[in-house]
């Protein structure tokens, strides 16, 4: 069974997260969505939050699931059994971070493959932080994330107010 890891910070996850990862669970038996625990940095949801959103945004996609993990993403990959790590890829500025990443997890453990998926042209614009800026002035984004996390986003937004 060929199980890859879709990791993020998806603070929110967004329609492009969402189509990226419909299309890794097409090439994969098995693809876990990785929600990174970030220690230090400052997240509009929880990870718990971020794992209930997103649990319930792809209930109906039979071989995805949503975890949160700590640490080194290679650690995640190797007590999860898995063999790939899916990212996606909007534009060239991209590039660069992405690079780096992959050289870092390739040296830690050269048997893990990435796979780059280009994000869909609809998509290439959209980020979390987009999304939050959206939301935080009261526009509208209910084309930007799924509607559970939308509301999630508005109720945020709101008790922060
Ligand atoms: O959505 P993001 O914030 O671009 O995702 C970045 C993520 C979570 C994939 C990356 O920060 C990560 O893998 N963090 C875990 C720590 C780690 O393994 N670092 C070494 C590789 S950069």
Redesign the pocket.
């Known amino acids: 069974m060929r199980v890859a890891i879709y990791?993020?910070?998806?603070d929110p996850f967004t329609n492009g997260h969402l189509d990226i990862l419909q299309r890794a669970a097409v090439l994969f038996d098995h693809v876990i969505v990785g929600v990174?625990v970030h220690p230090a940095k400052k997240c509009l949801f929880s990870p718990e939050e971020r794992v209930e959103m997103i649990s319930d945004v792809i209930k109906k996609i039979e071989n995805v699931r949503a975890i949160h993990f700590n640490?080194?993403?290679?650690d995640f990959c190797r007590s999860t059994g898995s063999c790939a790590i899916i990212r996606g890829l909007r534009a060239v500025s991209d590039y660069e971070y992405e690079m780096?990443?992959f050289s870092?997890?390739n040296q830690l453990a050269p048997d893990l493959e990435t796979v780059f998926l280009m994000s869909s042209p609809k998509f290439s614009f959209l980020s979390s932080s987009i999304a939050k800026e959206v939301a935080r002035y009261g526009g509208d984004i209910s084309g930007l994330v799924p509607e559970k996390v939308a509301r999630a986003m508005h109720a945020k937004f709101a008790a922060k107010s």
């Open positions: 990791p993020g910070s998806f990174l640490g080194l993403l290679v780096q990443m870092v997890n």
